[in-house]
């Protein structure tokens, strides 16, 4: 006769994975991803996501509720305590990198269903989620060029280096 | 000219010489003296002095401002772009070069001849002003209704004043011309008048929290800046002729030296009147929006300075002046009223402008000494006219352009040939030849 | 001859009136912007200072070279204007407050009524339907009328040009970018997304929105929502306004208004004092003659 105990051992154990997506989900996460690909004035570079997993462990704390689990902010649990996670997790799936182009505009005035008629664009999201954290936390970059450098157009366009001449009288 | 008149020298007052030989052009310019006698006479008078100097250091200036630009003249300021050219060049000389309009509508319109030994001063004045004003200033000082009606208006303050230039330089024709059409002139010039010098103040309605509270009425500002010109431009008569009675004698004639004080008097009561309005609006204008309590800070204090000293004090001293026939207090009052309506002006425009704002713009010393020099400039230019032109005297022509004194010379039998001997009867019993 | 004078100075009148009614003044009525007019929102609790704005507005609008790196930030030790070679600043307040620092942007805000537009007698202003308020340099006169208007004190004047000062300031990358869909420079770089662009009615709803959800980071005010008529550049802050700079006595409304009074007298004169003067003029004592000439009637009285 077969044993259904090996049957029954993968079922046990889907099930235990089932019952965490997170941690299904997890497994997928990418270990670094090159964040700013596109950056003119600042260079490409590396994110360490294991890391921030690993130190922060809820997803939520920075994909609001599109793992599927419960956000931190009272105010998003209200309507999000019981989210199905969505397809797309990054970023860029919810953030647009042009918020204020023609398309994405009309796009806004015309989803009059949406509720969530104030988020930002992708370049905005990022700043604000990792930039408060690391100030709340006292800990991980704050500074423009602790993240990612300037290119030699960045240089170009900020003047960097360039003193004032104490000789020059300002004008009102 | 005081030592050459004493030695005898015949005044240019027509178009013939005492030996009966037209006047040349040349012989007009330089006063009847030769060319050495002139340079002598300039040379002699220690005002001149004072004015070289100016102009040896402010021309060199004013020519840098256009070599340079703005930047290098002035203090090319963002929050104060109205300076001291503007402010004083435009908003201060416009209401005193009023004096045009008004004496020009008194004699013409309100048929007060008693007042025309004056009246050519009184267009001339207005000319200069404004002519100064626009020429100085170039693009800065075209403003919309400023800018037409200014024009337009100096244009018909060109035609009165150029009866004088017709007389001078024998063109009689001319002067008949513009005879014709002086009363079109004269009610063009009124309309003009009103308008831009209510214009003037309606430009700071644009930035009614801009200039201090005191000084800005968002519904009367135009009427403020109206009425105040009317006893600016009079006053400014006052004074012109005051200092031309004293530093030119002998260019008045015997009617203008006999008439001065009766027409002073005249013009002072007209300012009175002026004065007496303008304070009321003034008062009611802060009552109206009731301001009564910035005259608590040293912005009230400033403000009551400038309308006790510059209105209420001549107002006083020229009421008095009339009445008791004192004729040093009656001008020291239009002098005053002319430096009340010049503070005023410049409060407006220039000081408490921008009162909110915590720094205050005083102008660099090439902006103060382009605006003296341009001054001068305006006094040389006043002089000039003044010395030659029939404005303070009036010019013995042969042709004689009024009809009636024609008339009356050929029926007392004069010969018409010499001006210069035959008495002018004229239509005025106040002319004296002297 | 004086029947033709009076005609004349009434025909005069009549001519100037109409002239004096194509007058723009005559206009505004209360406008409240163009429907599809776009606008940006500030919200100065997301403002860190980084000078970006300034930054990418210099190179958009081809500005000379900055005195000193956009990265500086000692220019902040004072407050500074909008200029000709400067079309956006940013300032620092509430610098001592425990919470930080507050950065406001500067910079023409556009407004539904502008002043420029109504002081400028060249019409070298336009309010284009996008919201942006633009000027044509070439027309421009230099007599900075404009300026004195701004209740902002935003335009600036090119006093370094010797042959050319003209009045330079934000126009919205209107040239470069509105026209083709492409949102302004600053609004483009800024990285903490402190400025919104979209259309002004829209942006509106959103800013009271923001104080709505978040109650205790902002100050219940949308400045430039209907100041001086309302504005194309709208503030959020998290406290009140006049702390951070900005004039908060100016009323609702428009500059123009305060005109209007002045304007509308202008065909009245124009209008009334030929014939009053004329008038007063037949009635006055003196007798005249067919040339104008003047006769004392005292003389010939006798």
């Known amino acids: 006769m077969p044993s259904y105990k090996p049957l029954i051992l993968s079922a046990l154990i889907l099930s235990v994975t089932a019952s965490f997506p997170m941690a299904a989900s997890c497994l997928s996460a990418p270990d670094t991803i090159i964040l700013n690909q596109g950056g003119k004035l600042f260079q490409p570079f590396e994110f360490n996501h294991a890391k921030h997993i690993q130190t922060i462990k809820e997803c939520a704390d920075c994909h609001h509720h599109t793992t599927g689990t419960l956000p931190p902010n009272p105010k998003c649990a209200k309507c999000h305590a019981n989210s199905s996670p969505t397809s797309v997790v990054s970023c860029k799936g919810c953030h647009s990198a042009t918020p204020f182009s023609p398309e994405t505009l009309s796009e806004k005035s015309n989803a009059k269903e949406r509720y969530h008629m104030d988020k930002m664009g992708l370049k905005g999201a990022m700043h604000q989620s990792c930039i408060s954290c690391h100030q709340k936390l006292s800990a991980g970059p704050t500074g423009c060029q602790e993240c990612h450098e300037r290119s030699a157009a960045g240089k170009a366009l900020y003047y960097t280096g360039k003193v004032a001449d104490k000789s020059s009288k300002k004008h009102h | ?306 309308i006790i000293l510059g209105f209420m004090l001549p107002l006083v001293l020229m009421t008095y002046g009339v009445n008791t026939r004192k004729m040093a207090i009656v001008r020291l009052g239009a002098f005053a009223t002319v430096f009340g309506v010049v503070l005023n002006r410049v409060n407006t425009a220039i000081i408490t402008f921008n009162w909110k704002l915590p720094h205050r713009e005083i102008p660099p010393w090439r902006e103060v000494l382009i605006s003296i020099t341009i001054f001068a400039i305006y006094i040389v230019v006043y002089r000039f006219i003044l010395y030659r032109l029939p404005i303070l005297y009036r010019w013995r022509a042969e042709e004689a352009p009024e009809v009636v004194t024609e008339t009356e010379a050929v029926r007392s039998g004069a010969p018409i040939g010499h001006a210069s001997t035959a008495p002018i009867a004229s239509y005025s019993n106040m002319t004296k030849l002297d | ?230 504005t194309s550049w709208l503030y959020l802050s998290r406290t009140s306004f006049d702390k951070i700079g900005f004039d908060t006595t100016m009323g609702n409304e428009p500059i123009i208004s305060n005109v209007k009074e002045f304007l509308g007298m202008v065909p009245m004169v124009l209008s009334i004092w030929p014939a009053l003067f004329s008038g007063i003029h037949l009635l006055s004592k003196g007798k005249h003659d067919e040339q104008g000439e003047h006769h004392d009637t005292t003389q010939e009285d006798r």
């Open chain 2, 1 to 306: 000219m005081k030592k050459f008149i004493k030695q005898g020298l015949q005044t240019v007052d027509s178009p013939y010489q005492e030996d009966g030989e037209k006047r040349s052009l040349m012989n007009k310019l330089l006063l009847g003296l030769s060319p050495s006698e002139y340079l002598l006479q300039a040379f002699r008078n220690p005002f001149n002095w004072i004015l070289g100097l100016i102009f040896v250091i402010g021309i060199p200036i004013l020519l840098g401002r256009f070599v340079f630009g703005l930047a290098w003249a002035t203090s090319g300021s963002n929050d104060y772009p109205w300076g001291l050219f503007l402010g004083f060049g435009l908003f201060a000389m416009v209401p005193l070069s009023s004096s045009g309009f008004q004496l020009g509508t008194a004699c013409e319109i309100f048929g007060r001849h008693d007042l025309e030994p004056i009246e050519r001063l009184a267009l001339l004045n207005g000319l200069l002003g404004y002519f100064f004003m626009v020429v100085s200033f170039g693009p800065a000082a075209v403003l919309f209704l400023v800018a037409w009606h200014v024009s337009t208006y100096l244009s018909v303050q060109i035609l009165e004043v150029s009866t004088a230039f017709f007389e001078w330089i024998g063109f009689p024709a001319g002067k008949r011309g513009v005879r014709r059409i002086t009363l079109g002139l004269t009610v063009s010039g009124i309309i003009l008048s009103t308008l831009h010098q209510g214009a003037l103040g309606a430009l700071f309605t644009y930035a009614p929290g801009k200039v201090h509270p005191l000084w800005y009425s968002s519904s009367f500002q135009w009427l403020h800046f109206f009425v105040s010109s009317l006893p600016g431009g009079l006053c400014m008569v006052i004074a012109v002729s005051t200092i031309a009675a004293k530093t030119m004698n002998w260019r008045g004639d015997g009617r203008f030296h006999a008439n001065l004080d009766k027409i002073t008097v005249s013009l002072a009561k007209g300012a009175c009147m002026g004065l007496a309005t303008y304070i009321t609006i003034k008062l009611i204008a802060i009552a109206h929006d009731n301001k009564w309590s910035y005259l608590d800070s040293g912005w009230g204090q400033w403000f009551m300075l400038e």
């Open chain 3, 1 to 230: 001859m004086k029947r033709r004078n009076f005609l004349k100075a009434c025909v005069i009148g009549g001519a100037t009136i109409t002239l004096g009614k194509t007058n723009k003044g005559w206009a505004a009525g209360s406008f409240e912007g163009y429907p599809d007019a776009m606008g940006v929102l500030v919200d100065t609790t997301r403002c860190i200072g980084c000078r970006s704005c300034e930054a990418a507005c210099n190179k958009e609008q081809q500005l000379a070279p900055p005195a000193e790196s956009f990265e500086d930030k000692s220019v902040f030790q004072e407050e500074r204007r909008p200029d000709s070679t400067h079309y956006t600043v940013v300032n620092e307040f509430e610098k001592k407050e425990p919470q930080g620092p507050v950065y406001r942007k500067v910079q023409c805000n556009h407004c539904n009524e502008p002043a420029c537009l109504t002081s400028c007698f060249v019409n070298a202003y336009t309010k284009t339907k996008e919201g942006a308020v633009i000027y044509n340099s070439k027309v421009c006169v230099g007599c900075r009328n404009c300026m004195i208007a701004c209740p902002f004190n935003v335009p600036g004047y090119s006093y370094e040009s010797v042959t050319n000062p003209v009045v330079k300031k934000c126009i919205l990358c209107y040239d470069t970018r509105l026209k083709v869909g492409k949102p302004p420079a600053c609004v483009e770089i800024c990285p903490q997304e402190a400025l919104t662009f979209g259309h002004r009615a829209d942006l509106v709803k959103l800013a009271h929105e923001r104080i709505r959800m978040n109650p205790e980071s902002y100050y219940d005010h949308v400045y430039g929502e209907k100041e001086l008529g309302g």
